[in-house]
T-cell receptor, first 113, second 116 residues
Framework: KQEVTQIPAALSVPEGENLVLNCSFT??????LQWFRQDPGKGLTSLLL?????REQTSGRLNASLDKSSGRSTLYIAASQPGDSATYLC????????????FGKGTTLSVSS | DAGVIQSPRHEVTEMGQEVTLRCKPI?????LFWYRQTMMRGLELLIY????????DSGMPEDRFSAKMPNASFSTLKIQPSEPRDSAVYFC??????????????FGPGTRLTVL
């Protein structure tokens, strides 16, 4: 059974710092991996989607990498800002189990000014 | 497009009452998902549909939960009777798949359910 783990559960950093959020999954047979952002009381917004054949994706100050063989992904946030404060969720689409996503429990990020 | 629409946004009910949550997916999407989010268990898939047909309902916790998708633009999740442990945020999401490549899942704002 696929399991997704995110470490750390919470992270506090000062504005301007570069940071890395970690995601690990137990079964390397995945179709893709997504990083989402969730603001308090709101839905999820997709940040980056990495297909299984890709190694990384970039969008602005965000860079996500994928290492299928080791079951790991990282989300790198450059020059963090207070507006980046949110919960970041990692989700994998299993290889053989249809299109539903399996989520980690998230990392709650707080960026202080 | 207005995105995925869910109603109501908040629901407070008493134990034993019937609760119906509603979702309108993005036009043109052929997959619809219902997820539940709690502090303890995080986000979990309840059920998903493809072209209005339920594909996997293994995440539905009990027979008290049922979901329907009568057409491509509407789905309901019903809990009858509701219990306090059903209190959670329920999300609906939709997506489409072309050429065997899955697109991003688009989430609605969620319905926060409180069962007293």
């Amino acid at each position: 059974k696929q399991e997704v783990t995110q470490i750390p559960a919470a992270l506090s950093v000062p504005e301007g710092e570069n940071l890395v959020l970690n995601c690990s999954f137990t079964d390397s047979a995945i179709y893709n991996l997504q990083w989402f952002r969730q603001d308090p009381g709101k839905g999820l917004t997709s940040l980056l989607l990495i297909q299984s054949s890709q190694r990384e994706q970039t969008s602005g100050r965000l860079n996500a990498s994928l290492d299928k063989s080791s079951g790991r992904s990282t989300l790198y946030i450059a020059a963090s800002q207070p507006g980046d404060s949110a919960t970041y969720l990692c989700a994998v689409r299993p290889g053989q189990a249809g299109t539903a996503l399996i989520f980690g429990k998230g990392t709650t990020l707080s960026v202080s000014s | 497009d207005a995105g995925v629409i869910q109603s109501p946004r908040h629901e407070v009910t008493e134990m034993g009452q019937e609760v119906t949550l509603r979702c309108k997916p993005i036009s043109g999407h052929d997959y619809l998902f219902w997820y539940r989010q709690t502090m303890m268990r995080g986000l979990e898939l309840l059920i998903y549909f493809n072209n209005n047909v339920p594909i996997d309902d293994s995440g539905m916790p009990e027979d008290r939960f049922s979901a329907k998708m009568p057409n491509a633009s509407f789905s309901t999740l019903k809990i009858q009777p509701s219990e306090p442990r059903d209190s959670a945020v329920y999300f609906c999401a939709s997506t489409f798949i072309r050429d065997r490549v899955a697109d991003t899942q688009y989430f609605g704002p969620g319905t926060r359910l409180t069962v007293l």
